[in-house]
């Protein structure tokens, strides 16, 4: 093997990118832009937009509106956390922490999704695992069971 080919061992320990195999950015198969409105939503800006809304619905609402202690219910903050996305992606296409994170989720088509996909995204959102499955477009198990993505506004 020559100095100038990738060692085997750079696909699996560096990723693809570090093997040398340019796999375009995230959304570019899909049609997106690379950035700005309309691009996918980086990790950052949704991981931000989650602990937004777990907070909510663990102490705003969960703690303070309806009194329970999460740490003697700790199903009562996943079940409002749901119902809160549920309802919100459903009419507004983004929850608070969408929006204050700058993101929406959005149909493929760059519309808003519908409530069925919605219903279905909630609940595998709700299992965890799914949204942890994820492709090069930034695409969790979820998302793509349901047929949308999380766009930058």
Known sequence: MSSNEPRWTQTWLGGMRAAGVDLGYPGERLGLPEEGS?????????????VIDWTICTWAVTRL????????????????????????VA???????????????????????RLLPVLV??????LAVPALIFDRDHRGLHERVSN??????
């Not at 700790?74 to 309802?87: R, T």
């Not at 204050?100 to 519309?111: E, I, K, Q, Y």
């Not at 949308?148 to 506004?153: I, N, S, Y």
């Open 65 to 88: 509106l309806l009194g329970i202690d999460p740490a003697v219910s700790p199903w009562v903050p996943a079940v409002v956390f749901a119902a809160q996305y549920l309802v919100l």
């Open 38 to 50: 309309g691009s996918i939503a980086g990790w950052g800006r949704r991981i931000a937009a989650l």
């Open 148 to 153: 949308t993505m999380v766009v930058r506004m």
């Open 91 to 113: 009419l507004m296409g983004q929850t608070f922490g969408h929006r204050l994170a700058g993101v929406r989720v959005a149909a493929m088509d760059g519309g808003d999704p």
């Open 121 to 126: 995204r909630t609940v595998l959102l709700a």
